[in-house]
């Protein structure tokens, strides 16, 4: 079968089967529901899974060269939206995070 013929859901279930089957937290088992593609390429991907059971997210890459495929999951509080979202952005320069921290700084609290 040819990855690039396969639907959305038996992506899904690759990535279930190739990637985490559970979850990093609470070991539990992650269903097809659990499992956004945010981005996919003939070599990688990017998963984000959402536990039904504790609420965790985590976010893995998926590399798949010569029929070897790894995972780093990395834990996070963000949505599949947000992910989105924020990688969309531009790439922010030191001196953008250098007036960041020198605005903030004196304050004592900060709303957003």
């Given at each position: 079968?040819?990855?690039?013929?396969?639907n959305?859901?038996?992506?899904?279930?690759?990535?279930?089967?190739?990637?985490a089957?559970?979850?990093?937290?609470?070991?539990?088992?992650?269903?097809?529901?659990?499992?956004?593609?945010?981005?996919?390429?003939?070599?990688?991907?990017?998963?984000?899974?959402?536990?039904?059971?504790?609420?965790?997210?985590?976010?893995?890459?998926?590399?798949a060269?010569?029929?070897?495929?790894?995972?780093?999951?990395?834990?996070?509080?963000?949505?599949?939206?947000?992910?989105?979202?924020?990688?969309?952005?531009?790439?922010?320069?030191?001196?953008n995070?250098?007036?960041?921290?020198?605005?903030?700084?004196?304050?004592?609290?900060?709303?957003?």
């Open positions: 079968m040819n990855y690039d013929d396969i959305i859901t038996e992506k899904k279930q690759f990535f279930l089967d190739s990637v089957k559970f979850c990093d937290k609470c070991g539990g088992p992650y269903s097809v529901d659990d499992v956004k593609i945010l981005q996919d390429t003939k070599t990688s991907a990017i998963i984000h899974f959402s536990c039904h059971i504790c609420k965790s997210k985590h976010i893995a890459s998926f590399v060269k010569y029929g070897i495929s790894s995972r780093v999951p990395i834990n996070t509080d963000l949505e599949v939206d947000e992910v989105q979202k924020f990688s969309k952005k531009k790439v922010l320069s030191l001196q995070i250098l007036d960041l921290y020198i605005g903030i700084k004196d304050k004592t609290k900060i709303t957003i």
